[in-house]
């Protein structure tokens, strides 16, 4: 028997209505929100302010935590080209050490995911909205009103996902340090040296991010005190010639090496380490960044904004409040944060650069150690919450 396509589902929103969940932000952790309230026979309508997908600043580096969660909702990362990683190195100058990651990580564009979680929870049921900016979000008696210029829309609750970006009423502290990311076609002999890695390479003012993804492209990351950026400049080929001068390595990594987009993108403030400790509103559930921001490159802040995406709808389905979910949430993140941020630390100090790269060398396993400190655990749970109603946390 062939297979009948479901009914259409209406249109829950038009200029103004009352619905159940409204999503703010339709990145991994808004769309994994809406993806399980939909695939559980909830209406959920997401507000993305992109009209079409876009890059973002942030890692395309997948742990198995994050995979085994992509692939509970259904996303065959595989099929989407995503390369396989096995091993750690940790460079400054000239000085590298490596070693067995404690799972096989993946590499795969933010791009192309983000798009196709968010295509997930449309298929699922999910009306998606694209182009449309929020303004504010404000609890009201018995749900929430979501304002988006001149529209207004009502729901019983709604989930703060816009990732980095803050909504005027509900800031983060920002911290001292600008993001960048670019895509490059290395060439050929640069690119088999990051064959099955994940590359971290400390210089002085920062530290850079590198792994291959689909199609034999090349993501680097990396994070700049603002003088630094202010004395060579935000341009490519500036900091090009900054990073090769600080690393022979990095130099040969760049070398002939193509960009992808006329020059980085950037993001500045952002505050890691932030734990939003304190619930907005009963029926308002901070995801992603806007509850948690790990540091970068040493935690796994795309497990955290789908889990928490997950977990909330959970909630949501369990009648939970948001206050109930952020509490758990932030137990559950307090020990993964203590190693983070503790391991950032020697990141962002020069003088520690050259002594964690001689002490990895010298205690390997301590790099598979960290790895597994600075990972979000316990993703049984979610393999075994397939009904209705069963809590994450």
């Not at 969940?21 to 209406?43: K, M, Y």
């Not at 029926?283 to 497990?303: C, E, R, Y």
């Not at 509490?327 to 559950?332: P, T, V, Y």
Request: glycine content about 10%; proline content about 5%; some cysteine.
């Amino acid at each position: 028997m062939g297979e009948v396509d479901p009914p259409p589902r209406k249109c829950l929103y038009s200029l103004m209505a009352d619905g159940p969940f409204i999503a703010v932000g339709g990145g991994l952790a808004g769309a994994a929100f809406a993806l399980e309230l939909a695939r559980n026979g909830e209406d959920v309508l997401v507000l993305e302010s992109t009209a079409q997908p876009k890059h973002k600043v942030c890692g395309e580096f997948l742990s198995a935590e994050v995979q085994t969660l992509l692939d509970y909702l259904g996303l065959d990362l595989k099929a989407m080209g995503a390369t396989s990683v096995g091993r750690f190195r940790l460079a400054a100058g000239n000085r590298c050490a490596e070693a067995p990651l404690p799972f096989r990580g993946a590499g795969l564009s933010r791009f192309r995911l983000d798009q196709s979680l968010l295509q997930a929870a449309e298929a699922a049921g999910a009306e998606v909205r694209r182009g449309i900016a929020v303004s504010s979000i404000e609890p009201t008696a018995g749900g929430v009103t979501v304002k988006t210029g001149s529209r207004v829309f009502r729901a019983s609750g709604a989930a703060l996902a816009t990732g980095k970006h803050n909504l005027r009423a509900f800031p983060r502290r920002p911290s001292g340090m600008v993001g960048f990311k670019l895509q490059l076609r290395l060439q050929p002999e640069a690119l088999r040296t990051l064959h099955d890695v994940v590359q971290i390479l400390m210089f002085d003012g920062g530290y850079i991010g590198a792994c291959i993804i689909e199609d034999e492209l090349v993501t680097l990351c990396w994070v700049m005190r603002p003088a630094l950026v202010q004395r060579i400049g935000p341009a490519w080929h500036s900091q090009a010639a900054y990073f090769s001068a600080q690393s022979e390595m990095l130099g040969d990594l760049l070398a002939g090496a193509r960009p992808e987009w006329d020059k980085p993108i950037a993001i500045a403030g952002i505050p890691y380490g932030y734990l939003r400790r304190q619930p907005i509103a009963s029926n308002i559930f901070p995801l992603g960044d806007q509850l948690a921001v790990i540091p970068s490159f040493t935690g796994d802040g795309m497990a955290i904004a789908v889990f928490s995406g997950i977990a909330a709808a959970r909630a949501v389905l369990a009648g939970d409040s948001a206050a109930t979910f952020q509490r758990r949430m932030i137990r559950r993140l307090r020990g993964q944060f203590h190693w983070a941020g503790a391991v950032n630390l020697l990141f962002e100090s020069t003088m520690m650069h050259t002594v964690s790269v001689m002490g990895a060398a010298l205690l390997p396993g301590a790099i598979t150690w960290i790895a597994n400190s600075t990972r979000i655990s316990g993703f049984e749970e979610v393999m075994a919450a397939q009904g209705p109603g069963r809590r994450l946390l």
